[in-house]
């Protein structure tokens, strides 16, 4: 069974346009020539604009083309993201002058708003919209998801084969999300677990390889908190960076 690649790599419409001609009668009319040697010109840079702009292929927009394509063409806002710092209202030069009553005290929260980055607002769309995956939400279909957004550059699909670096629990209606930040390979002293002079006597020393970027972990979380990526409304769902 052949299956497209996604994204594509090149047109998947036609290239060219039929071009436009004059009647016979006025074929010998240098104007009326150039009038639609030009015409087709034009035609032609707009057929080929739309045959390689890949309007739907959001992983190559930038900017506010890629706010463009993703609300027209799949409904979606770029979202914003919080880092969860609260604001204080209170102490002295927190707030304006007659609006606040004296001696009060509040906490705004969140505060600290970021507009996502082209490259995550990719991420999210891939995690609503990418169907490699099927429809069935299960353990496994949540790990895909996962490790596609912390790995993705710009929402591109890649292999999700390997899910060891994301762990999930299910206690009643709560799913926990461990993002393992990386693996710590130990190496003792035992005979013939190192080379000649290569550790101490019963010493212990270990490589640390990351996973993921650390980043990317805590961008997954915001994401989840925010409620931008879509999951069953039916259960919570919370994400643990370790």
Not at 32 to 56: D, E, K, R
Not at 64 to 92: H, N
């Amino acid at each position: 069974m052949v299956t497209n690649p996604f994204p594509p790599s090149g047109p998947t419409t036609l290239t060219t346009t039929i071009p436009s001609y004059l009647y016979v009668q006025y074929a010998d009319d240098d104007a009326l020539q150039a009038f639609v040697v030009a015409y087709n010109q034009q035609v032609q840079n707009y057929v080929a604009w739309f045959a390689t702009g890949q309007l739907a292929n959001y992983t190559v927009q930038v900017g506010l083309l890629l706010d463009w394509v993703a609300e027209g063409l799949y409904g979606m806002v770029r979202p914003s993201l919080s880092s969860q710092v609260a604001l204080t209202e209170g102490p002295f030069n927190t707030f304006a002058i007659d609006g606040f009553v004296i001696n009060g005290y509040k906490v705004l929260a969140p505060q600290n708003i970021v507009a996502v980055s082209d490259d995550v607002f990719k991420r999210i769309m891939t995690w609503n919209f990418y169907k490699g995956d099927g429809s069935t939400f299960s353990v496994q279909w949540l790990k895909r998801r996962c490790v596609q957004f912390l790995n993705g550059t710009n929402g591109v699909p890649i292999s999700t084969a390997n899910t060891q670096a994301v762990s999930v629990s299910v206690a009643g209606s709560v799913w926990t999300i461990t993002l393992n930040a990386g693996i710590r390979t130990i190496q003792t002293g035992p005979f013939n677990t190192f080379t000649i002079d290569g550790i101490e006597i019963n010493g212990t020393r270990s490589t640390f390889t990351p996973s993921m970027p650390t980043v990317n972990a805590q961008l997954l979380q915001e994401a989840m908190n925010a409620g931008v990526l879509i999951v069953p409304f039916e259960y919570t769902f919370v994400v643990n960076v370790g």
